[in-house]
């Protein structure tokens, strides 16, 4: 009963084997007798040209040099420099919104009253209104710019070698949370 079993086996497998497709094998033929493979020549290689490395006259990494100055010519470097901010006009402003950093402050609302535009920042569960000019976040950050969807802020940050640089920031106009529209 095997052996049966296995020759019936072996004759539907030589009848899939046979000549049948021959018409296939001819169209496939014909079709690609004219192409040809268009593969780019490689681009020439050019040969290294090593550039010399002349460390002579540039800052050490590994000196202090940026942190103490050296000379007299830059003995303003570190102190400040030309973005130094009045620590004192802070204290006399002693604005709320310049106890939060600004990660913490929400733009909730805009305002155009006079034809000036009025910026609503919400920070914890108070509201405070923004001018043009005034003073908001940790940074110094003086604003700038309101529109209907953000204020723009020019920020005063220090680096780690004392100097003082200007950085632009943003607060968005926040959705009410947990409203359905």
Not at 53 to 61: F, H, M, Q, S, T
């Amino acid at each position: 009963m095997k052996q049966l079993m296995l020759v019936a086996l072996c004759g539907f497998l030589s009848a899939c084997g046979g000549g049948d497709h021959e018409d296939l094998k001819l169209w496939m033929a014909e079709s690609t007798k004219d192409l040809r493979g268009n593969i780019p020549k490689l681009p020439e290689v050019k040969p290294y040209q090593p550039v010399p490395y002349d460390a002579e006259g540039l800052l050490d990494p590994f000196k202090s040099a940026k942190i103490e100055p050296e000379s007299k010519a830059r003995a303003g470097a570190g102190n400040g420099g030309a973005f130094q901010p009045d620590f004192e006009a802070r204290e006399i402003r002693n604005s709320l919104l310049e106890k939060y950093p600004i990660e913490s402050l929400k733009m909730i609302g805009y305002m155009n009253v006079n034809r000036k535009p009025i910026a609503v920042i919400q920070i914890e569960e108070k509201v405070k209104q923004v001018k043009v000019g005034e003073y908001v976040g940790l940074d110094f950050g003086m604003v700038t710019q309101i529109t209907d969807k953000e204020v723009v802020l020019r920020e005063l940050v220090q680096d780690s070698a004392g100097d003082w640089s200007e950085r632009t920031s943003y607060l968005y106009l926040q959705g009410k949370e947990g409203s359905k529209k």
